[in-house]
């Protein structure tokens, strides 16, 4: 066992501080990684404050994770020491299922064993995540960074950008298509940025008028002010698809008739119930699709890194010394960052 520093909530009121965790021997397919970054998902805070009533305390959280290969077990093959790889939200799955077989690892039959407050598979132990020094996972779920990437802009990738990609390129996003793309947080700029890779015409839906100069910098060719409801009727049945972000609960029937027949709404940021209720006449009546999508498989997350390199794209970060980690949860939580913080951890290893 390796003594390892990290930063951890010890329960749903404490904030993040301080806290020594044990990381295992490896085993015979680990890679051993020394983080250098890790990035500051909003699920986190869900974890942290224990929101979904299922955190295990003391929790570490942390799923954008990258950094340097510092051992192998001796059934490693794609990695060594000093390769530059990436972990995101995920550390294992049953690997035997018809969803592992097919690289859909996050659709485990059995459940994937996520990087943090998930349960080992081997010792039944906790997993903790990435605000700490090093970390261990089977060869299966580490990632290699391409060279052209930005290492500190790459860790967000590993969520926000898989999470906003895999749909994308699961419902066949291609030049010619209209996308929406709801919210201008950490998932909806790289959700503009994918969609507009992939050929297709984008526009961001915001509530807010000041994020229209914004959201063209981003890439957006058009802006809609969804609380306008003559912008909203504007544009009633005129998109493909709809790529929902919005991680709280929110009102998706006017956002439905934005679609056109045969369009898909994918949800990718909510996982609270529906409210207000669905009026089912506007699926029924113009068979339209209401669907869902979680991250990636390990495949398609080494896809996503491969993408982003050879088009050059690369998410917003704002760095972050870990110490400053409960400010950035309020930031967080206001809105207050674009578009994602990102923790150099060499703020915790000089600490």
Aim: negative net charge; charged residues 25%; glycine residues 10%.
């Amino acid at each position: 066992m390796t003594a390892t520093k990290a930063f951890a909530a010890q329960s749903a009121t404490s904030g993040m501080g301080p806290h020594d965790i044990e990381r295992r021997p490896l085993r015979k397919d680990d890679v051993a990684i020394e983080i250098d970054y890790c990035g500051v998902c909003h699920t986190d805070i869900h974890f942290v404050e224990n929101d979904w009533g299922v955190t295990v305390y003391p929790v570490v959280p942390g799923h954008e994770i990258v950094g340097r290969v510092t051992a192998v077990g001796p059934d490693v093959r794609a990695y060594k020491e000093g390769d530059v790889v990436g972990v995101g939200c995920m550390v294992d799955s049953c690997r035997t299922c018809s969803a592992c077989e097919a690289g859909l690892e996050q659709y485990c039959s059995g459940g994937m064993t996520a990087t943090y407050n998930g349960e080992d598979r081997h010792d039944h132990s906790v997993t903790y995540g990435g605000y700490s020094e090093r970390i261990i996972v089977s060869e299966r779920f580490v990632v290699r960074i391409p060279e052209k990437l930005d290492t500190k802009k790459a860790a967000p990738l590993l969520c926000a950008g898989i999470t906003t990609y895999s749909p994308l390129r699961h419902y066949g996003v291609k030049p010619g298509h209209k996308v929406g793309v709801i919210g201008m947080g950490g998932l909806g700029h790289m959700g503009v940025k994918f969609a507009k890779a992939l050929g297709a015409e984008v526009t961001i839906f915001t509530r807010s008028e000041s994020k229209v100069a914004e959201a063209k910098n981003q890439g957006a060719d058009h802006v809609v002010i969804s609380s306008d409801e003559d912008q909203m009727a504007g544009v009633a049945e005129t998109f493909d698809f709809m790529l929902d972000t919005v991680p709280v609960q929110h009102d998706l029937n006017p956002y439905l008739n934005c679609l056109k027949f045969d369009g898909t709404h994918i949800i990718v940021g909510l996982l609270e119930p529906i409210e207000p209720a669905l009026e089912a006449g506007a699926l029924v009546f113009k068979r339209r699709v209401l669907a869902g999508s979680l991250i990636g498989g390990m495949p398609e997350t080494q896809e996503v890194l491969d993408f982003c390199a050879e088009h050059d794209i690369s998410c917003d970060v704002e760095m972050l010394d870990i110490h400053n980690i409960n400010e950035a949860y309020k930031r967080m939580k206001k809105g207050d960052v674009k578009y994602r913080f990102v923790i150099d951890m060499k703020s915790l290893k000089d600490s």
